[in-house]
């Protein structure tokens, strides 16, 4: 039987990490409301991929504190945590365009940063539930 | 030789082990099932056989699948083509009514892969019987998946070639070449491939959509052009709506190819209803609002305005591949009813086939896959009628000749199946002969559309048949051959 004991301290990474990811989802969207509030294009691309981090962030964060056996806490990181690092990496990609920036490359390149860190730690979930709780990468 | 994946099998084991140790991950009669589990898969891929319980993945898993399969550039040129004949409110009308459709027929087939857990070839064994699986399995998915393999391969030629013309990889023959070998890679790896791409590209492939719609909009004169926006080609709205369910039906008849891996019965259904509605519903209306914008479906284009290069990548080569990875997928199952082939081995031969198809297409100047398509386009007149026959087979036969639901197409070893079911065959002929205007007036062909019809008449000629020959004592099989724990008849075992 997996003890209680190891089962938290294997559930700390992931949640970490996840609240770090959520954190930089709530930064873009923050940014993309302040900063483009006059240009409708690029505010909505902020707020869907900030939003998109915060929820899946979220989702990881409570599937895994919830989870009451390795493999559940597994399967949560394997389902959310792909879902993290993939909306970073589409995150990253619109943010370094010029239209999504709109004279304000600071911002951009700020938004980037945080969409590569939530790549980062979305990754770090992955490995994590693979490495240490067992689980495949696709579950 | 026994075919399971080493890695999931230990997982499966340190889940049961954690079982016994009074974590409680499946039920116990998931569990018993388990145990008595007597199937071997030679084939691999569980092809022939059942998917067992440490096989079946999460709600999300499914949905992410299906998901991915749906995330591709097909859909946006079929919504493009919506916003060229109708204007924006008939546009979102018809793409509503069109997804209703569509959830209703493939929730219904996903059903009852998700109870029989077998792939649409294998539960066509119960309702066709064997050699009908062959047939009808051949003609729904096998010649049609791989000739959407090939057409789209050939179309990710073209797209990158359009994004990187000087370059000579990017040369639409050469690009054609390597891209249908990458997406031969995952279809080869199995569902777990499918699955593994899913997770990376789905969420990502949604903002790049979203990106490119706005950017599209925004240069093509902003939303409220699409107000005043006056159709070029109008049609009607059943016209409409017949594009819509036409797109995806087919998809919709071999959904029990993806829910078969589902842990609950109505996974599949769920995921797959959620996707049609929310997914389909958005990339449909969002190409055809650009296309109103830029007069065409260029969202290469409009990224590339916007900045987007390396996005324009993404969508392109990971929008295709995630889709054409299960038209091989779909397409290497069904041949592999009767193929004594390991699956991985067809999906090679077929992937290879398909790329060099594409290949030579792309290098012979002035060649067009036009004559190809319209053929496969002819097929999906001829195939929701398969679809029809299952759902009545499955929720009306099966209910009359009471056999509960969860037992339905059951299979275990010895178990036999017949070799042909003759009223199944005769009402999918007449329901295809229906929606190809044989049997039913053009007035209601404009009204309804002709893959709905063939669907529905299917549906209703098999249970105007099979009822009453079986309550007058006439048996609607011809002959019978048992299965052995290969998923084969008796005599044909080829490991």
Redesign the interface.
Known sequence: ??AQEDLKSLKKLPIASSIIALVMGIIIIIMGVTAFSGFI?SE??YV??GL?LVI?SALTAIGVSRA?????AG?AC??FG??V???G???I??Y?????TQGAPTIGVIAAIASGISIIFGLLIIIHAKTKL?????? | MEHVNTKTRTFFKETYKEFEEGELLMSSEEVKSTEAYPWKDIRGDYVLVPVPPWERRTLMNIFLVYTGVLSCLAVLWGGGALGMQGSLYDVTVATVVGDIILTVIGGLVAYIGGTAHQSTYGIMRHIYGWYGSWIFGVLLSGIPAWGWFAYETWLFGVMIHDLAPQNPICDIAWASLWGGLLMTTTAYVGYAGLAFLSYFTVPAFFVLVTAGFFAGIHFGGGFEKLWSFVPPQPVGLSVLITQVVGLYVCGAIITPDIARFARKAWHGSVAWGVQIMVLMTYYMIAASMLTMAMGGTYFSKAMLMAGLGLGAYFVAIFGQWTTNDNNLYSSALSWDVFIPVKKRILVLILGILGSIYAWYTGLTAGASMQPFIQFLVWLGTWLPPIGGVMIADFYVFQAYKGVPRSERYKMWVGKEIPLVNWPAWLAMVIGGACAQGWLMPASVLQVIPASVIGLVMAFIVYIILAIPLDKAGVSIYIGKIKINEYGLPVKEVSK
Do not use: D, N, Q, R
């Open positions: 039987m997996v294009y909505i691309m869907i991929v998109m899946f009451s056996t390795k493999v559940k399967e394997i389902t792909w879902w690092f993939s909306a990496v589409g995150g990609m619109v370094v365009a010029p239209f999504f067992g689980v495949p990468l696709t579950v």
